[in-house]
């Protein structure tokens, strides 16, 4: 694990499984429009959570690129899930400012329910293929650029599959939060 503190939060790496995060409040979901169960992190989350949070993110679907809803964590060991649609690169334009959305309306969110610890996956790498470098500096640059409003956040964990996601995360991380701008 690595993290670092900035203004007096923790921004943290993890690899592992998105779905097994005890210790967090609430788990994002890389979903799809339709909030449905899918492949990647989208149909782990589902598999995990149960067939009931299918029923209750149906009356909130479709949702647009950018865009984040939150529901209960049912059978996931979290209280909340907040479900957003990342960009499909190179198709939803522009895709860097939809993806900062996704980081900024799911913190918005957490901030609205007084959630103090949250955990992302790396939002539209898989399918999305958003490559993963561009994806982490679109990430850590809007979390750096929120946590100064943050009131209720106190630790954003990213976590990550693969050791090659970790790779670049890591690296990004330490470029984006150890620069002035």
Same mark, same amino acid.
């Given at each position: ?29 890389? $979903?799809?429009?339709?909030?449905? #169960? *899918? ?8 598999? /995990?959570?149960?067939?009931?949070? =299918? ?63 949250? $955990?992302?996956?790396?939002?539209? #790498? *898989? ?8 994806? /982490?500096?679109?990430?850590?640059? =809007? ?39």
């Amino acid at each position: 694990m690595k993290k670092i503190t900035f203004k007096g939060r923790i921004v943290e790496l993890k690899r592992g499984d998105i779905t097994n995060q005890p210790d967090v409040d609430a788990v994002v979901n890389a $979903a799809n429009a339709q909030l449905r #169960t *899918g492949g990647g992190v989208a149909g782990a989350i589902h598999r /995990a959570a149960g067939p009931e949070l =299918t029923e209750e993110t149906r009356s909130m679907a479709p949702i647009k690129p950018g865009e984040a809803v939150i529901s209960g964590g049912h059978n996931l060991p979290n209280k909340y899930i907040i479900h957003c649609l990342g960009p499909v690169y190179g198709r939803d334009k522009p895709e860097d400012k939809l993806l900062g959305f996704c980081y900024k309306n799911s913190l918005k969110l957490a901030e609205d329910h007084e959630i103090e610890r949250i $955990a992302f996956p790396a939002i539209s #790498t *898989g399918a999305f293929g958003y490559p993963m470098d561009e994806a /982490a500096n679109v990430a850590f640059k =809007t979390i750096k650029a929120s946590i100064p409003n943050l009131k209720w956040v106190q630790l954003i964990r990213f976590v990550l599959w693969g050791e090659e996601a970790m790779k670049t995360h890591k690296k990004i991380m330490e470029q984006v939060f150890e620069s002035n701008g």
